[in-house]
């Protein structure tokens, strides 16, 4: 069995945070000094099509010592040292990569179905456990109750989410890009709440007879709330398939420090900047998708500490540039009474207004395909904002899409992670060990599972008890018995307060 090793690099900062893409680094990158493993994301239930021939070779894989000969130079010993690589870990063997995301509706006919099964997620809405059984038509009630307002959103980009659009096409760039590395795979898209569900794409994967298994996240920065759930859905789905337990297999659960991801970033900050009448003048301003703050306070998440130190990674490679704007960071699509990450997006926007900005930059930075958060949320409600507090022009950086930077370098995490396909294979069904990889991420989500009840849900319908978030909604409910019965007794002139005098009786 193979071992997973963390690559070398300096100590965290904080050392009580654990950074997942130290920990389970295949080939240490530098960006800024650190190093690290990165990963890519792209998902979809069938393989995707490729010119690249994806025959697998019958003949057995050829002697090892074949591939290693004296080199007349450095350079080309890693050349070759590479090649070999790839030889040893392609050679019969079926590579499949399987690319995770959330899922988003397609029409506007999908879209109730859609936050049907969002909502069935008992971690989006956390019932108490004699309630469970609630699940389901609670989640229909609020989806119905949902849909009219969230189908004018989708029909203002549209009439549906391009995510999946977007994916396929990654997906198919993902695919070129590893055929032109001599590393033939097939790629497949599995997502959380939409088709293609994952359920789909393990299927596809096992009617294809995949020997050798990616999975790749498309979340640059790891949280138990979305790359955690997705792996916690694939471990669920492993344990139960005996052919699945033995496949060999690995995940790379964050990839925000890889080279190609932050100067590819860099790349399209750059080029958006000069687009603004004075571009060293410009705020750019980075705003990611929020997550309860208990996720990282109690449950050790380590999302914002990944999340700060991207946009640190970002701003150093802009300065190498020549570019030296002011940043800032805040979360978004906080929903709910209970705290989320801070500061948040529109409470930023707004506090810059007052401080006299004129020009902001936003940077999608959590998200690297267009979808309604990116497309509605940002492009209309914080642009409108952003004008109504005095910010004079406006400019968004696009999500990375298929940048060829981008995909080249999700291709090189493919590849950088072959030679640990199979570190967490089991010989037999008795073992059942976990889908992801040992270390940190486990733990996590070990300690998420353990807090699970004490957590507040990303989505909360109802709460009773003397947390912040149920004093707030049994506030409000008590405000609202108390108008009631007000408004009953002065429309009666029957009750306590007629009884104690205190209103005086109808005429």
Known sequence: MLHVRPAPGPAPRNLSRLNLSRTYAIRSSSVGGRTGLCLVHCSQCKPLSCKCKLGWSSQPPPDSRQHFRPCSSASEAVLTAQSDIRKLFVANEKIGVLLLNLGGPETLDDVQPFLFNLFADPDIIRLPRAFRFLQK?????????????????????????????????????????????????????????????????????????????????LYPQFSISTSGSSLRLLESIFREDEYLVNMQHTVIPSWYQREGYINAMATLIEKELFKFPKPQKVMIFFSAHGVPLAYVEEAGDPYKAEMEECVELIMEELEKRGMTNPCTLAYQSRVGPVEWLKPYTDETIIALGERGVKSLLAVPISFVSEHIETLEEIDVEYKELALQSGIKHWGRVPALGCEPTFISDLADAVIESLPYVGAMAVSNLEARQSLVPLGSVEELLAAYDSKRDMLPPPVIVWEWGWTKSAETWNGRAAMLAVLALLVLEVTTGHGLLHQWGILPPLP
């Open 137 to 217: 038509p609670l989640a229909q009630f609020i989806s119905v109750a949902r849909a009219p307002k969230s189908k004018e959103g989708y029909a203002s980009i549209g009439g549906g989410s391009p995510l999946r659009q977007i994916t396929d096409a990654q997906g198919e760039a993902l695919m070129e890009a590893l055929c032109g590395k001599d590393v033939p795979a097939k790629v497949y898209v599995g997502m959380r709440y939409w088709h293609p569900f994952t359920e789909e794409a393990i299927e596809q994967i096992k009617r294809d007879g995949i020997t050798k298994l990616v999975v790749l996240p």
